[in-house]
């Protein structure tokens, strides 16, 4: 690769060690990356008020060329990107949990509106996503059936079902309306539970049937 002195520090360097600049003869910068970067930091710290001022303004008028910008390097440099990303993530993982979790704490409502309007425009991916997690995690899928079997039966209590009630009817129960009530969840409970072992009866009965046709 062809070398090149620069003017500033008079380190002779690959010239990819240089700006591209197509007013100079040989097409690079008369100062090398490292250089530029030392210098445009020291102003920064000099004029920083003037810097961030002069930034936001070029921002508020230039906004649609500042998008069609981004997205034109995007797709231009997407594997680039991807892999520069990649390799900061797994450089900075501890930092960016740290920055997510705070974020996540103080912008908890935001957060779950984002997250419940992707879902409700992404429905066949979250399913996907759900089923697989479900086969990689068959262990935390079972707790998760048990902590809501517990919840359930929690929710068979006196003064939860007397709430509910009270909310539905706007007038306090009775003691036979809460035992009705709680009779007819019951019920409904076994109902669900016969159905499933019917259809887990069902599904072996087909299966043996391809089986032995095999």
């Known amino acids: 690769m062809p070398e090149k002195k620069c003017f500033k520090c008079g380190v002779v360097k690959d010239v ?32 920083r008020d003037k810097v961030l001022n002069y930034q936001k303004n070029y921002r508020d008028n230039n906004i649609e060329r500042i998008k069609l910008y981004q997205k034109r390097y995007q797709t231009d440099n997407a594997d680039r990107l991807k892999e520069y990303k990649k390799e900061y993530h797994i450089k900075n993982r501890d930092k ?67 709430r509910r009630l009270e909310h539905e009817n706007g007038i306090t129960p009775t003691p036979k309306q809460i035992q009705e009530r709680r009779e007819l969840i019951l019920f409904h409970r076994e109902i669900v539970k016969l159905n499933r072992r019917l259809q887990d009866v069902t599904d072996n009965e087909g299966n043996r049937g391809v089986e032995s046709a095999e």
């Open 16 to 47: 990819g060690e240089f700006n591209r600049n197509k007013s100079k003869k040989d097409g690079y910068s008369t100062e090398c990356k490292l250089c530029i970067r030392q210098y445009k930091r020291k102003y920064y710290k000099k004029h």
């Open 96 to 162: 960016i949990i740290t920055r997510a979790t705070l974020w996540w704490k103080a912008n908890r409502k935001k957060k779950y509106a984002h997250v419940k309007k992707w879902q409700l425009k992404n429905k066949e991916k979250v399913h996907k996503i759900s089923q697989a997690w479900a086969c990689r995690n068959p262990d935390k899928v079972k707790a998760k059936a048990r902590r809501k079997s517990k919840r359930d039966w929690c929710n068979l209590k006196e003064n939860v079902l007397r």
